[in-house]
């Protein structure tokens, strides 16, 4: 049920990413005039026996398409995620605080709601009406990633977090699939009216299941049995800790001046850019410069994120295996699996866009670039339960959040960046997709971390000797007080 909250986030966020193609009344320029692109791919979606001209054929049946420009469609993509940063560390405390269940299963409704009436709000209000829209179905999804991380880190065992975080966040990918697939079958006989109609249907239904059968811990958990439930309370690190006493309040101090932390952060920043690169302009790249229709554009968009879901479990099963071996320790595969996940796809992209009008060889390419970011799942994408899994929830919200900003960002500098949709204008956005995806990722090798943090868990920790900030605010009686002060000197 994790793995459909996750594909139903994605539907919903990504629909509208190949949906807005046919939303939006397209004209095309012809030899002499000023954006003319001679290296533009040929559009064999024009039958080559008739006289129709190009600009015709394109503004056929438009009479109720949006006059939007490149930049405005950025715009646009770009607002969900307004709304997405803003909820992140509110939905993170209050699912650590109240589980994850509700946190997580509300703020899903309230996206899939706004889904599903997005037909009628963009026909009665147009563009603006739209943004406000998606703006609002951020709000409701921003908890989503905190929430399951908060519930992950209540049911994972720490030598299966990998596998988990792989089939649960993979999850992402169906999403991406379903979303890119059905769109394109849909639209191509039918309207663009309806995707929003499917993935906001489907996004109720999700709900209606999750409140049935889902809780956010194991003890709380109705239908597990004894043993399982033993088992868990014996090896889940946040369950222990919660046994034995309340979770102390969020450090703030320690959390906002941890340097490990910070470099997930940036680098989820870099992985972000690329991934929303790939997510929301993909769609917009293949019938734009490549040409194709928008049956193959769905088909074809979703082929890279198959590869990305069959490689994540590939990946997550190899760390485990790796990390219980001890062929390396969970630092060095954070670091090993992040990187393969970001310098690897960057190049893959800019390799596809050298492949100029060559579809089949542009479109292996990006295959390959999502097949090695499927790696992203065992490295960083967990590595917030590793620092610090009793306030998971709140530091996944900050890495999530301030990451998301890439998707703010990087919609509308494609836009302004591809104002004729050109290939040349879309190579540089590429290349500067790969040098933020390098950037985020050598700081990443440098500061991260992979145990526990000491300020995750004072009492057990104790202070740093280089820590002169002050105490940390954790519930104590004056002999606990005492420990961790000899704890501290200790280390």
């Excluded at 459909?4 to 949906?19: E, H, Q």
């Amino acid at each position: 049920m994790s793995l459909l909250a996750v594909a139903n986030a994605y539907t919903m966020r990504v629909c509208l990413n190949l949906a807005i193609t046919q939303m939006v009344r397209r004209t095309a320029a012809v030899e002499g005039d000023e954006n003319y692109d001679p290296d533009a791919c040929t559009d064999y979606n024009i039958q080559s026996n008739t006289t129709m001209k190009l600009a015709d054929y394109l503004m056929r049946d438009s009479s109720d398409l949006f006059e939007w420009s490149e930049a405005t469609q950025g715009l646009i993509l770009s607002s969900f995620y307004y709304g997405y940063v803003i909820t992140h560390i509110p939905g993170g405390m209050l699912a650590e605080r109240f589980g994850g269940k509700w946190v997580l299963g509300l703020g899903l409704l309230s996206t899939a709601v706004c889904t599903f009436i997005t037909p009628f709000v963009v026909k009665t209000g147009g563009a603006i009406a739209l943004f406000v829209l998606r703006v609002i179905e951020g709000l409701g999804e921003g908890p989503t990633m905190p929430a399951l991380m908060a519930m992950i880190s209540k049911w994972a065992p720490k030598a299966e977090r990998a596998r988990f975080g792989a089939i649960v966040f993979g999850g992402a990918q169906i999403g991406n699939i379903a979303g890119s697939y059905f769109s394109g079958l849909i639209m191509y006989d039918g309207s663009w009216e309806h995707v929003f109609y499917l993935f906001g249907g489907f996004g109720l239904a999700w709900f209606i299941i999750w409140c049935i059968i889902c809780y956010s811990t194991p003890n709380t958990h109705p239908f597990i049995s004894d043993r399982e439930k033993k088992f868990l309370n014996e090896n889940v690190q946040a369950l222990i800790h919660s046994e034995k006493q309340k979770l102390d309040p969020v450090p703030w101090k320690a959390l906002l001046r941890s340097m490990p932390l910070w470099s997930l952060i940036v680098a989820g920043i870099g992985h972000d850019w690329g991934y929303f690169t790939m997510v929301t302009d993909l769609p917009k790249y293949m019938t734009d410069v490549l040409k194709f229709n928008i049956k193959s554009a769905g088909l074809l968009s979703a082929m890279p994120y198959v590869a990305m879901w069959v490689a994540s479990f590939f990946f997550g099963l190899l760390c485990d295996f790796c990390v219980k071996r001890k062929y390396h320790n969970i630092t060095n595969a954070r670091k090993i699996y992040t990187t393969i996940a970001a310098t690897g796809p960057g190049i893959c992209i800019m390799l596809a866009s050298y492949s100029g009008c060559d579809t089949t060889l542009a479109v292996f390419w990006f295959i390959a670039a999502m097949t090695l970011m499927g790696a992203y799942y065992s490295g960083m994408k967990i590595n917030a339960l590793d620092i610090t899994p009793n306030y998971a929830g709140t530091t996944t919200a900050m890495v999530n959040g301030i990451a998301a900003i890439s998707g703010i960002i990087t919609p509308y500098l494609v836009g302004l960046l591809t104002p004729n949709s050109t290939l040349k204008e879309w190579r540089i956005a590429f290349w500067v997709c790969l040098a933020v995806l390098v950037i985020t990722n050598v700081q990443y090798l440098i500061l991260a971390k992979g145990e526990q943090l000491w300020w995750d868990d004072i009492k057990k920790h104790g202070y740093p000797s280089n820590w002169l900030h002050g105490d940390l605010p954790v519930r104590k009686n004056d002999s606990e007080k005492a420990q961790i002060k000899m704890n501290g000197e200790k280390k």
